[in-house]
Structure formats: structure tokens, C-alpha cells
T-cell receptor, first 110, second 117 residues
Framework: EDKVVQSPLSLVVHEGDTVTLNCSYE??????LLWYKQEKKAPTFLFML????IEKKSGRLSSILDKKELFSILNITATQTGDSAVYLC??????????FGTGTRLKVLA | DAMVIQNPRYQVTQFGKPVTLSCSQT?????MYWYQQKSSQAPKLLFH???????NEADTPDNFQSRRPNTSFCFLDIRSPGLGDAAMYLC????????????????FGSGTRLTVV
């Protein structure tokens, strides 16, 4: 059975800390992996990863994919309270079929 | 099995001719989303409904409208399709906006591929 597993399920850190969120997957016919940030609204797209070993960066956020070991990490450096959200990982299986992980709930304390 | 069903799977429409794509769900989820996905790109959120509450993304063109007559159905109306609107359109649902993924969380339909001629 296809699955996408995120860890940890939740995390509490202080402002300024660096966090690493994990997403591992077992999906046949992998095409891409996506990261989303969700606050109390529709999820916001962060990154789309298709190739192993190529880091994508956007400000304090970065992500990388390892297609051999079947995982991705999302790093957030110098965290701020505005980073508090649920971070979702989704894997595109085949064409236009998505399997979401359960999410990691991040809380950043001032 | 509870599902998100999109009809039709493939739709061909003429340039400028209004077209409606449909989505139905048996999950009784509160939130329904419409995404547009073009080749090799991530899905782009167009809008979503939380119950009857409509939320448009800032960069969604006016050409795209949506209706949700009841919990189970949601429609995407493209008033005057252009060639640039050819894409896969994905409907998704989630129980709420609290960020719950995985089982019982986000569920995508199989999509409608729109061709504009």
C-alpha cells in the first residue's frame, strides 16, 4: 500500500531555532514530492521536488529530496512565530494522483 | 468507497466557449478545492469553499468561477476559455482547514483534462 509518513507529528521550538521536518514515502510510480504550509486556510505551496540531491531554497526554508532512500526534508532556519503551522508533504503518484502525509504541526514560541 | 469524483475525465472545448467541470464527493468533507495543474508544474490553487464560504485566490483570473450548491457538489466554470487554460483541473476535499492530511484528510479526484481548440 502506498504511504507517506511525516515526522515528527508535532514540534514546539523557540524563535531562532532551526527545525528539520521529515517526509518518507513508499509510493509506486513516484513523480514528484510537494511541501505545503497550512495555517487556518487553504494550504500554501512551498516546494516541488522531482530530482534527488538538488536543494530548493526560499528565504529561510529549504528542502531536498533523496529518491534512493525515499525521503525528503524541509528545513526552516531562524524560526519565527509566523512559521507556526502544519507542514504537509504530498507525493504525486503516477499522473495527477496525490497522497498526503499526516502533517507535522510546528509551534514556534516567542 | 468514499470518493471524490470528477466528470468528465477529458473535456475538449472551443476557444471562448463556456465550459463547466464538475466534482462530487461522498466524504461529507467541509472543504472543497479547485486546482489547476499544467505539465511539470505543481497544482495551483484557484479557490476553495469552506461549507458555503467561497475563498478566491488573489491571482485567480476572473474568467474562473465556482459554485457549490450543496456539500456534495462543486463546479468550476470557465467563462471564456483561452488556449492558456488548457490544463488538468483537480478537485480536492478536506474535512476542515486545520491541516489534517493523510487518511480522512486531503483527497483528490482523478482530475479533468481540459483541451481548448
Amino acid at each position: 500500500e502506498d504511504k507517506v509518513v511525516q515526522s515528527p507529528l508535532s514540534l514546539v521550538v523557540h524563535e531562532g531555532d532551526t527545525v528539520t521536518l521529515n517526509c518518507s514515502y513508499e509510493v509506486t510510480n513516484f513523480r514528484s514530492l510537494l511541501w505545503y504550509k497550512q495555517e487556518k486556510k487553504a494550504p500554501t505551496f512551498l516546494f516541488m521536488l522531482t530530482s534527488s540531491g538538488i536543494e530548493k531554497k526560499s528565504g529561510r526554508l529549504s528542502s531536498i529530496l533523496d529518491k534512493k532512500e525515499l525521503f525528503s526534508i524541509l528545513n526552516i532556519t531562524a524560526t519565527q512565530t509566523g512559521d507556526s503551522a502544519v507542514y504537509l508533504c504530498a507525493v504525486e503518484k503516477g499522473t495527477y494522483k496525490y497522497i498526503f502525509g499526516t502533517g507535522t504541526r510546528l509551534k514556534v514560541l516567542a | 468507497d468514499a470518493m471524490v469524483i470528477q466528470n468528465p475525465r477529458y473535456q475538449v472545448t472551443q476557444f471562448g466557449k463556456p465550459v463547466t467541470l464538475s466534482c462530487s464527493q461522498t466524504l461529507n468533507h467541509n472543504v472543497m478545492y479547485w486546482y489547476q495543474q499544467k505539465s511539470s508544474q505543481a497544482p495551483k490553487l484557484l479557490f476553495h469553499y469552506y461549507d458555503k464560504d467561497f475563498n478566491n485566490e488573489a491571482d485567480t483570473p476572473d474568467n474562473f468561477q465556482s459554485r457549490r450548491p450543496n456539500t456534495s457538489f462543486c463546479f468550476l466554470d470557465i467563462r471564456s476559455p483561452g488556449l492558456g487554460d488548457a490544463a488538468m483541473y483537480l478537485c480536492a476535499t478536506s474535512r476542515d482547514l486545520g491541516g489534517t492530511g493523510g487518511r480522512g484528510g486531503y483527497t483528490f479526484g482523478s482530475g479533468t483534462r481540459l483541451t481548448v481548440v
